[in-house]
């Protein structure tokens, strides 16, 4: 049986300056072009938001506000370029948006710090510190020449993954028990606790149940388009099931007074002027 990894974490965005198109990724409607990035300050925010989104769980500056072993690549493979899992491009054209979850219209600096909080289980970074920015500018570079369409019903760009559908579905433990040892088991282990470069599906090194991926449509959703990484052949009960087993294991639970810095290290002053 063919085995592979849950998330994908050593996906490298080489620099668009030499090569300005990531290539084909999954079939010819995937293929993305990135942009050039450009020179001075804002072209080395750009370069170290792609660090960080590689590299959350180690990086020197993010490493403080990350609480499990999950980098940002873990779910948006290849640093977010992958139009076929939870992909960046575009993204962030449609922020500022409403968001059911906070029940505010928020930015997409809100939104990457809130995966801080969740997926990644750790501390929300500072609204303005280099950390967020850098991200926030990443991301954006990677939405430059698309429309603005800010979305009114929930925070999400304008390739989202398509949900797979619950209808009639009972989930099987059975199944997804066997499908995981069959298909999971040899890259993250038979314990869910990850092994060698990829992360726990589960325990306290994985995302909280405060996580989009602890609802078993959200994962089962973004495993079916991304999984295996060479060859997504997952059915939508496949998918299903495999995530409710994962799902039913014990995570983090989320309370929200955990993740949040004090109320005078929410926000920074984004200026040098007095330096």
Not at 45 to 69: C, F, M, Q, W
Not at 169 to 182: I, V
Not at 196 to 220: F, H, I, T
Request: glycine fraction near 8%; aromatic fraction near 6%; proline fraction near 9%.
């Amino acid at each position: 049986m063919r085995s592979f990894s849950l998330f994908l974490c050593m996906g490298v965005l080489v620099v668009a300056a030499e090569l300005p198109s990531i290539g084909q990724v999954g079939n010819a409607s995937s293929q993305a072009k990135i942009p050039p990035i450009p020179g001075g300050a804002l072209g080395e925010s750009i370069r170290l938001g792609r660090d960080l989104v590689e590299k959350t769980t180690t990086h020197p500056l993010s490493k403080p506000y990350s609480g499990n072993a999950l980098n940002c690549t873990s779910c948006h493979l290849k640093n977010g370029t992958d139009l076929q899992a939870a992909t960046f491009i575009g993204v962030a054209s449609a922020y500022p948006a409403w968001s059911p979850r906070e029940r505010r219209v928020i930015t997409l600096e809100d939104r990457i710090l809130n995966c801080f909080m969740r997926s990644c289980n750790g501390k929300r970074p500072p609204l303005g510190s280099e950390v967020s920015v850098s991200i926030l500018t990443y991301i954006t570079w990677l939405s430059s020449g698309q429309p603005i369409r800010m979305n009114p019903d929930r925070p999400l760009g304008p390739n989202p993954l398509p949900q797979v559908s619950l209808a009639g579905f009972k989930p099987d433990q059975n199944k997804g028990s066997q499908l995981y040892s069959e298909r999971c088991a040899s890259c993250h282990g038979r314990n869910g606790l990850g092994r060698r470069m990829n992360p726990p599906l589960w325990g306290e090194r994985s995302y909280n149940d405060g996580a989009g991926l602890a609802e078993v449509q959200k994962l089962a959703s973004w495993l079916k388009p991304s999984m295996p990484p060479e060859e997504t052949d997952l059915t939508d009960d496949e998918a299903l099931n495999i995530a409710a087993f994962i799902n039913s294991h014990d995570r983090p639970k989320f309370r929200l007074k955990d993740h949040l810095p004090e109320k005078s290290e929410l926000g920074e002053y984004n200026s040098l002027i007095d330096k």
